[in-house]
């Protein structure tokens, strides 16, 4: 059996058939890393030296070049000896396996080792207290499991444990929490891994945003299209189990579902309402037709200039690195401009030059694909004291095209309605082979790296600029099936249904500028 670990737990929080697979699932169905988690996993790496860069005199004794069997017999005899701090011990009592990035030693309790006891804490790249808007703030879950894994461990090991559980966050400051909030969840999810690990349950895929970047992302697609499973389509993911209790397990189902006898018992499910179904119905229907279903009653700004626009940032470094805007002016072909930070030092200075170009475009209309730009913007208009006027004013023209148009007006016959989905869907291609806003923020760290190598800063443009580009075919889709539509629209249900643009039109390629970083 594969010992289970605080990864265990850090991958339910977001995946239970991860773990399932991790342990049970084929090699050889497993893809390879995607660069950007590679680079998070480098990132944590150097975040955890530069802290230990910063205790100065301190002795630290490092574990982390030994296999566990070894580090946890080295662990074991440090502890007993009672040195200072050791980084990337072992705990180890079978199942259980857990390597914290520091234990650190405490004169203010006692253990079985003397009138000292060791506390373990991790480094993370990240905040433990999240703070959302008009909520109490709540510390992170995956965090919490993982202190909480070790607790145990410790307990187990050394007979006690300090009162609350720590952290060291991205800013290097320690953030704690109360362990007895999570206690009860945290049994559950422990044991949740635990028959995962062993085989005793197996859980089902779940398709999702999040699922690209893990290496079992391509066996869970292949499982779910041929199993005709519910998170084919969009907007269904964990809700599936609720539909498979109630005997609608399939795409099949769903599309045939009659809705008044899943709106009260025993077949009724929670949180879904009227409207939801009959939306998840024909989101079934569409699925199985392979064709979209664009509904009437949207518009656009009749303006003469139009500005598609999309933003780079990097999280990991809490850094806005690019922002691209495809300028479409009535009667002019489209240019790309952009305003890029060639290096984290040069944000601010990258920031205030495109707020100066915001304050000139008063004329145009802004069109995005989520909420990220304007939460963006927002941030950065507040960590660098900008004028919020010119925020405001953008804010006023800014049209979604995601939450507007595409989800309001649209369904699809695909489970995700990201901006690669549907553009994909509708014809367009990048030129990038493989692109995604994770792998720019990978180019551009390895550009940091080598600054010598212009090609990748060549090819964080081109993706970004391609990513406008879609977001124009994509209005421009719209447009036609308004047109189009006015003699007849498809209708869900109906076989080989005309009338709106084909998905066999011509393939819309972005073209390649001339202009270079």
């Not at 058939?17 to 893809?31: F, I």
């Not at 145990?152 to 909030?181: C, K, W, Y």
């Not at 806005?320 to 009535?330: A, P, S, W």
């Not at 998905?503 to 500028?513: E, F, T």
């Amino acid at each position: 059996m594969k010992p289970i670990t605080a990864q265990s737990l850090y991958n339910l929080t977001k995946c239970a058939h991860r773990v399932y697979l991790d342990a049970n699932g084929d090699p050889a169905e497993k893809g390879e890393a995607n660069v950007f988690v590679k680079l998070l996993w480098e990132l944590g790496l150097q975040t955890e030296r530069n802290y230990l860069d910063t205790l100065g005199a301190l002795p630290v004794e490092d574990l982390s070049s030994l296999s566990p069997a070894t580090a946890s017999r080295e662990t074991l005899r440090l502890m007993r000896t009672g040195v200072p701090l050791i980084y990337q011990g072992c705990l180890k009592d079978d199942p259980y396996l857990g390597r914290p990035d520091l234990l650190l030693k405490r004169d203010d309790l006692a253990s079985r080792f003397g009138p000292y006891a060791y506390e373990a804490i991790d480094i993370k790249g990240g905040r433990g207290w999240e703070r959302v808007e008009n909520r109490k703030p709540k510390f992170k879950v995956h965090y919490a499991y993982q202190i909480m894994f070790y607790r145990m461990l410790l307990a187990r090991i050394q007979g006690t444990v300090p009162p609350n559980g720590r952290i060291i966050n991205v800013d290097h400051e320690i953030e704690e929490f109360d362990p007895s909030v999570f206690e009860a969840e945290f049994r559950e999810a422990l044991a949740t891994a635990e028959r995962l690990i062993t085989g005793q349950e197996t859980s089902e895929p779940v398709l999702g945003s999040q699922c690209y970047l893990c290496e079992w992302f391509s066996r869970c697609e292949r499982w779910a299209y041929a199993h005709s499973d519910p998170t084919c389509l969009f907007f269904v993911g964990k809700q599936k189990f609720a539909l498979k209790k109630v005997g609608l397990r399939t795409v099949e189902d769903i599309a045939v579902m009659h809705i008044p006898e899943y709106l009260r018992p025993p077949k009724r499910i929670a949180r879904l309402g009227e409207q939801s179904l009959r939306r998840m119905k024909q989101r079934a229907q569409v699925f199985l037709q392979g064709r979209p279903w664009i509904r009437p009653g949207y518009t656009f700004p009749d303006v003469e200039r139009e500005i598609y626009f999309d933003i780079e940032d990097d999280p990991t470094q809490a850094l806005t690195y690019l922002f691209g805007l495809l300028i479409v002016e009535r009667g002019m072909p489209p240019q790309f401009k952009y305003f890029l930070a060639r290096k984290p030092d040069e944000e601010e200075r990258t920031v205030r030059a495109f707020w100066d170009f915001l304050n000139t475009t008063s004329d145009a209309v802004y069109y995005v694909y989520s909420h990220k730009e304007r939460t963006t913007l927002k941030h950065l208009m507040e960590r660098y004291a900008l004028d919020p006027q010119i925020f405001e004013a953008y804010v006023a023209r800014e049209f979604d095209l995601y939450s507007r148009l595409v989800v309001e007006h649209s369904d699809w016959p695909t489970f995700s309605y990201s901006i690669k989905h549907i553009a994909k869907c509708i014809g367009f291609t990048w030129r990038d082979p493989d692109p995604s806003g994770a792998n720019s923020i990978a180019w551009y760290n390895q550009y940091l790296a080598n600054p010598s190598d212009e090609r990748l800063l060549r090819r964080i443009l081109e993706y970004n600029e391609d990513d406008c580009r879609a977001m124009l075919a994509i209005k421009e889709y719209f447009v036609r099936y308004a047109s189009e539509s006015r003699l007849s629209r498809f209708v869900p249900g109906t076989p080989q249904a005309s009338g709106h643009p084909s998905l066999a039109n011509p393939v819309l390629h972005a073209p390649s500028p001339e202009s270079s970083p």
